[in-house]
């Protein structure tokens, strides 16, 4: 698994490093690390959309939380996810809607607190803990 460098972190960056078909498209980052925010297009074409559902597309809630836990290994160099808490999902993420995802880390602990919503709602957010390193 790449590390990727969040000094020099910007969507053109994410969008050519991670699989278009299981990634939505990047458009903003801002922040600093440990606290970082995405603006992101849930593209109707990813492969998460197949199959569920066949009436209306809806993105699973395992994936908002995969892409999530992924980020932050990758950027805070946390590693041995162990648990989720307080995970709650308030509205579905259709395709081709723009979404922020808001990922706050803390070292110490090794909590992650992230955070799916736009201007009008919030979609989902928790709480993934990692194993802290001794």
């Known amino acids: 698994m790449q590390i990727l460098n969040s000094e020099r972190l910007t969507p053109k960056r994410l969008n050519k490093e991670l699989d278009s078909t299981l990634w939505p498209t990047f458009e903003r980052v801002s922040g600093e690390v440990p606290s970082l925010q995405f603006e992101l297009l849930i593209n109707k074409s990813l492969n998460y959309f197949e199959g ?79 194993e802290v390193a001794q």
């Open 52 to 130: 569920h559902f066949p009436e209306q597309a809806v993105l699973p809630g395992v994936v908002q939380i995969h892409w999530a836990g992924e980020l932050a290994t990758r950027l805070f160099c946390c590693s041995g996810f162990g648990q989720l808490k307080s995970v709650k999902f308030n509205s579905v993420i259709l395709p081709e809607t723009t979404v922020n995802l808001s990922l706050d880390y803390n070292h110490q602990n090794g909590k992650l607190k992230f955070n799916y919503f736009d201007t009008e709602q919030p979609f989902s957010s928790g709480i993934m803990l990692f």
